[in-house]
């Protein structure tokens, strides 16, 4: 059974930052592409940040130069260092795992997703 399981978020003011971790089981995590995505109260979930079983990352233009996504394979773990938030990167993060080794750009390029943390920015 595949579990995804995200860790790290939490309440934090404009300009700090967070480190999210997904801790992944029940997969073989070095060749499944992972992403993270976000979605905000009354928006659709969009990627922020995803990166392929060969390495290759993308980074959605808004967080590109604050967020780095990164994966150790050997602990089937992926992260998302966040830096110099701001009040719009509020919302639900999403770890999520492309079967095809992605990095996918889609929800629907994923297969396997796990139940979330919250990041919330106040100013």
């Known amino acids: 059974q595949v579990q995804l399981v995200e860790s790290g978020g939490g309440l934090v003011q404009v300009g700090g930052s967070l480190m999210l971790s997904c801790a992944a089981s029940?997969?073989?995590?070095?060749?499944?592409?992972m992403g993270w995505f976000r979605q905000a109260p009354g928006k659709e979930r969009e990627p922020a940040a995803t990166?392929?079983?060969?390495?290759?990352?993308y980074y959605a233009d808004s967080v590109k130069g604050r967020f780095t996504i990164s994966r150790d394979n050997a602990r089937e773990t992926l992260y998302l260092q966040m830096n110099n938030l701001v009040p719009e990167d509020t919302g639900m993060y999403y770890c999520?795992?492309?079967?095809?080794?992605?990095?996918?750009?889609?929800?629907?390029?994923?297969?396997?997703w796990g139940q979330g943390t919250q990041v919330t920015v106040s100013s």
């Open positions: 029940g997969l073989p995590f070095s060749t499944y592409g």
């Open positions: 990166i392929g079983s060969g390495g290759s990352i």
């Open positions: 999520a795992a492309d079967l095809w080794g992605g990095p996918g750009l889609d929800t629907a390029d994923y297969d396997h």
